[in-house]
């Protein structure tokens, strides 16, 4: 049992991690070895004969370690600074003393005050640097933007910020682009993946769809058949290489776009509590893209089937004409 920041009972200093602890195996009442010794019996005999045991002091805390290098404030069983990895053993016993103001010492930060709740929390920052410089914007204010998923983005995003690398895997990015940027709110990007896939699935869609055209522009398709199917398996090469760009260099962009909106955000004088607001995902905007993306499909086809006729109407135009 960990007995730091307990108070011993005859000489009534508090244990510390090089104590020496002995315990009543009567009532469990912990003592230094030697004062112990001394007094050669438990300081709280009188409990043996009613059964009682030694219980932990209510306004006892677990204390942390605090790392003399960053800061961090490590719990005291952790013998390497869980951020940047420094050796904590010859803080211990400056920063696990009683829990009273003249034994804390000038590195020692309450780890239960609400400034301090960002550090101690391991899982929200993955033991980087809240405060950290990400390039205009601190990594607390980009954990906030990003919302989910930050255990993956924030260390590939100070990857990014430290040695200048952009590539980088996105599976998502690479099945669904434009479900991708959407769902982050990059609409731009979004728009574009949306549009490039229509072109290059267009050439397939024609073959696919040629008995739901009319007549005349089903005869043109059927007759150029070989050539479409051609400029669809180019398509199809070109569609694959823009996925695998989207798929690495996809969290790049989301990085330089949560920058750019943080930056943006930060100039506009808006409170930091619409952060959140402002990045995060929206699954909503999938459908929407989707929706988007149909409509930009059949704009795309109708200017086909209308360009068409138009070339047939002036072709019969000049055939006339020359009778």
């Known amino acids: 049992m960990d007995y730091i920041g307990e108070k011993c009972p005859v000489c009534g200093n508090g244990f510390t991690a090089e104590d020496d602890i002995v315990v009543c195996p009567e009532c469990g009442t912990p003592h230094h070895r030697e004062c112990y010794a001394a007094e050669n019996r438990c300081a ?56 009273t103001s003249e034994n804390r010492g000038e590195g020692w930060r309450d780890p239960f005050s609400a400034e301090m709740e960002d550090l101690i929390d391991p ?33 590939k995003f100070k990857r990014m910020k430290d040695d ?68 669809s398996d180019i398509c199809l090469v070109a569609d694959m290489g823009v996925r695998a760009v989207f798929c690495l260099f996809a969290n790049w962009l989301y990085f330089r776009f949560a920058m750019n909106s943080l930056k943006k955000h930060k100039s506009s004088g808006r409170p930091a509590s619409m952060i959140k607001a402002a990045g995060g995902i929206r699954p909503l905007n999938m459908l929407i893209i989707t929706a988007i993306k149909y409509g930009i499909g059949l704009v795309l086809i109708a200017a086909l089937y209308y360009g068409f006729e138009m070339v047939t109407t002036i072709k019969d135009f000049s055939t006339l004409c020359l009778m």
């Not at 030694?54 to 013998?79: A, G």
């Not at 033991?127 to 930050?150: I, R």
């Not at 590539?167 to 959407?182: C, G, M, R």
């Not at 696919?208 to 051609?230: R, T, W």
């Open 44 to 99: 709280n005999e009188e409990y043996h004969s009613i059964g009682r045991k030694w219980e932990r002091s209510s306004q006892s805390k677990p204390l942390y370690k605090v790392c003399p290098v960053c800061d961090f404030p490590n719990r005291v069983t952790d013998s390497n600074c869980q951020r940047c990895g420094t050796e904590l053993s010859d803080t211990a016993s400056a920063a696990q003393n009683e829990n």
């Open 123 to 155: 899982i929200k920052y993955l033991g980087l640097d809240p405060n950290e410089d990400m390039g205009g914007a601190s990594m607390k204010e980009v954990n906030d933007f990003v919302g989910p998923s930050t255990i993956y983005y924030l260390p």
């Open 164 to 231: 200048g690398t952009k590539p980088s895997f996105n599976f998502f990015s690479l099945i669904f682009p434009t479900l991708y940027f959407a769902n982050r709110k990059m609409w731009g990007w979004a728009i574009l993946a949306a549009i490039l896939g229509v072109l290059f699935n267009l050439p397939a869609d024609l073959l696919l769809y040629i008995e739901e055209f009319p007549d005349e522009l089903a005869s043109f398709i059927s007759s150029n058949k070989h050539m479409i199917q051609a400029v």
